[in-house]
C-alpha cells in the first residue's frame, strides 16, 4: 500500500495517475476534496481509499502493516498565506508525524520540501543536505521558512545519529506546471493563467522588471513539467537506497518571455506580448532567478532527459488545456 496525502492536489494526483500507469495497485489518497472541482482530479483513479486528513492517525494505526511508502505531498502551499499557525500544523507538524511513523514501522517516505527555501537565492540553489549550509538559508515567506524548518530538522537528527526512516528523499520542486492545476486559483502556473487569453487571441500581459540586468518580462524561472517531477519520484521508490534532498527541476533558466511564447506557439499563433507593472508588495520579494543545480541527482543514477520548456508546454496545452476534457 502507497499513501499519496494531498494526492487530490496538482502534484499529488499527477503522481497518483503516474503510479497507476506504472502497474501500482493498492494506492490510498489523504486529502480534501471540498465543495467544487477538485475531486475530477482523481475522478479516473482506481484508488483503494480516500482518506481525510483528520482520520489519517486512525488509518496509520489500522493499516501500519500494509503500507510500504508514504509519499507526502500534502500541505499549505500558498505562498502569500499569513496564517503560520495553520502552515505550522500542516507543512511542519504533519510532516514531523508522517516522519516518525515511517521511522518507527521502516516505512519508505518520500516528501515535497521547495525551492521557496532557498529565498532570493543569494546562496545558491544546491541540494546541499547539511545542516551549516540550511541553516544559511533565508526563504522569503512562512510558506518557505516551514518546509526549510523540516529540512534542518532533519539534518539536525542525522548529526545527531538518531534513528531514521529507511528511505527519505526530500525533494525540492521549482516551478512546477501541468494537468491537474485548475484548483489552485492563483497559484496556478503561468501557462494555466495566460492560456484562456490566448485561446482568445487578447494579449498576454508579464510583469515589468524592476531590476537592472533583467529586461521586462525576461526574469528567469526554472519551469518543470510535472511528468518528470512524477518519474523522479516513482524511480525514488523503486530505489530504496537513496535518501537525502534533491533539487527537482529541468536544470534550466527560462524567461517568462519564452514561455508565454511557447503557450502561443503551441496553439498555432502569432505571440501578442505585452508588459504591465508589478504589484507593490511583491518588488521587494520577487525572485528575478531560480535554477535548479541537479548534478546531485544525476549522481545518484537518475538518466531520465528533464523535458525542454517548449515540449512541455505543447503536451500541456494539445492535451490537456485546449481540450474538453482536460484533467489526467
Known amino acids: 500500500m502507497i499513501i499519496v496525502t494531498g494526492g487530490a492536489g496538482f502534484i499529488g494526483s499527477n503522481i497518483v495517475a503516474g503510479l497507476e500507469e506504472k502497474g501500482y495497485k493498492d494506492i490510498v489518497v489523504v486529502d480534501w476534496l471540498g465543495n467544487e472541482d477538485k475531486w475530477k482530479n482523481i475522478a479516473k483513479r482506481n484508488l483503494s481509499a480516500i482518506v481525510s486528513p483528520e482520520d489519517l492517525d486512525v488509518f496509520l494505526e489500522n493499516?501500519?502493516?500494509?503500507?510500504?511508502?508514504?509519499i507526502h505531498m500534502g500541505a499549505i502551499s500558498t505562498t502569500t498565506e499569513k496564517d503560520v499557525d495553520l502552515i505550522k500544523a500542516s507543512n511542519i507538524d504533519l510532516t514531523w508525524k508522517l516522519w516518525c511513523f515511517c521511522r518507527d514501522f521502516k516505512k519508505q517516505f518520500i516528501f515535497a520540501s521547495s525551492a521557496a527555501t532557498y529565498g532570493s537565492g543569494e546562496n545558491g540553489f544546491n541540494d546541499n543536505d547539511g545542516l551549516e549550509y540550511l541553516n544559511s538559508l533565508r526563504p522569503l515567506n512562512p510558506y518557505?521558512?516551514?518546509?526549510?524548518?523540516?529540512?534542518?530538522?532533519?539534518?539536525?537528527?542525522?548529526?545527531?545519529?538518531?534513528?531514521?526512516?529507511?528511505?527519505?528523499?526530500?525533494?525540492?520542486?521549482f516551478n512546477v506546471y501541468g494537468p491537474n492545476e485548475y484548483h489552485k486559483g492563483g497559484q496556478k502556473?503561468?501557462?494555466?493563467?495566460?492560456?484562456?487569453?490566448?485561446?482568445?487571441?487578447?494579449?498576454?500581459?508579464l510583469?515589468?522588471?524592476?531590476?537592472?540586468?533583467?529586461?521586462?518580462?525576461?526574469?528567469?524561472?526554472?519551469?518543470?513539467?510535472?511528468?518528470?517531477?512524477?518519474?523522479?519520484?516513482?524511480w525514488m521508490l523503486e530505489?530504496?537506497?537513496?535518501?537525502?534532498?534533491?533539487?527537482?527541476?529541468?536544470?534550466?533558466?527560462?524567461?517568462?518571455y519564452d514561455l508565454a511564447a511557447s503557450t502561443w506557439i503551441a496553439m498555432g499563433k502569432e505571440p501578442k506580448i505585452g508588459f504591465k507593472d508589478m504589484p507593490e508588495e511583491l518588488k521587494g520579494k520577487y525572485q528575478y532567478y531560480t535554477k535548479a543545480n541537479i548534478d546531485k541527482l544525476r549522481s545518484i543514477g537518475y538518466t531520465a532527459p528533464m523535458t525542454k520548456l517548449e515540449d512541455g508546454i505543447r503536451q500541456y496545452v494539445q492535451n490537456y488545456l485546449n481540450k474538453e476534457d482536460s484533467y489526467r
Open 239 to 256: 530505489h530504496k537506497s537513496v535518501s537525502g534532498l534533491f533539487n527537482v527541476g529541468s536544470g534550466e533558466a527560462r524567461s517568462f
Open 207 to 234: 510583469f515589468k522588471s524592476y531590476h537592472p540586468d533583467y529586461k521586462d518580462g525576461w526574469q528567469l524561472r526554472d519551469f518543470v513539467w510535472i511528468e518528470d517531477i512524477v518519474n523522479v519520484i516513482i
Open 189 to 205: 502556473s503561468v501557462v494555466a493563467h495566460i492560456f484562456p487569453l490566448v485561446q482568445k487571441n487578447e494579449e498576454v500581459l
Open 144 to 173: 518557505g521558512w516551514s518546509k526549510a524548518f523540516i529540512d534542518r530538522k532533519i539534518a539536525f537528527e542525522l548529526s545527531e545519529k538518531r534513528p531514521t526512516p529507511p528511505q527519505f528523499v526530500g525533494l525540492k520542486f
Open 63 to 70: 493499516n501500519h502493516n500494509q503500507i510500504s511508502a508514504i
